[in-house]
């Protein structure tokens, strides 16, 4: 019998509020793998920033380091922090959520829209799907206008979500809305049975691409 895999989702900031909805919007790979999630006690308590992108990536690869029992990396948070320096570091596969939800969502060559934290974001956001080469496939990214922690343990965000989603979909084109922020897990199923389309959660796509994978 083939041994199950191992996957470790690192949530960079140190909101366990974060790291507790991950794990629950992982629990759907139970009979597929173990799949443990941590927080990382010195990152920021949001990851919104440069600076806090820049600040998370020695601890993101230390982590890594302190965990050689794993078969698979996930970088959870949609920035991709440290993401191509640890595949240059390390033998075994890590996986970025924004890389893994953007090829899912692009898959078929679908239009996709994203939902972002905020304009700041975005930004970044859309630099980094230029890199990965699926601009022409975006058709939209609009901001919440919230934070990390806005995004976990506010109520009011789920209706953003599906406000802005509704907008992607109805006046930009979307076929799928990713969700850009790990904070975010929680609301993938509602936000996907009020707007009829696939809501991709980026650290559900990560991990899936992790299971299924041999090496980098």
Known sequence: MTERKRVLVINPNSNETVTDGLRRSLEMFADDADVDCCTLPDGPFGIESDEDIEAVKPLIIDRIERSPEYDAYVIACYSDPALEECRERFDKPVFGMQ??????????????????????????????????????????????????????????????????????IEEHGAESVVLGCAGMAAHREPAENALGVPIIEPAQAAVKLAIDSEDQ
């Not at 058709?139 to 989603?165: C, F, H």
């Open 99 to 168: 890389q893994s939800a953007v090829e899912t969502a692009a898959g078929g060559r679908r239009h996709f829209g994203v939902v972002a934290l905020s304009d700041v974001s975005i930004r970044r956001h859309l630099e980094r799907i230029a890199a990965l080469g699926f601009s022409e496939q975006l058709a939209g990214e609009l901001p919440l206008d919230i934070t990390v922690d806005e995004a976990a343990n506010d109520p009011q965000t789920l209706q953003k979500v599906i406000t802005q989603g509704r907008s992607l």
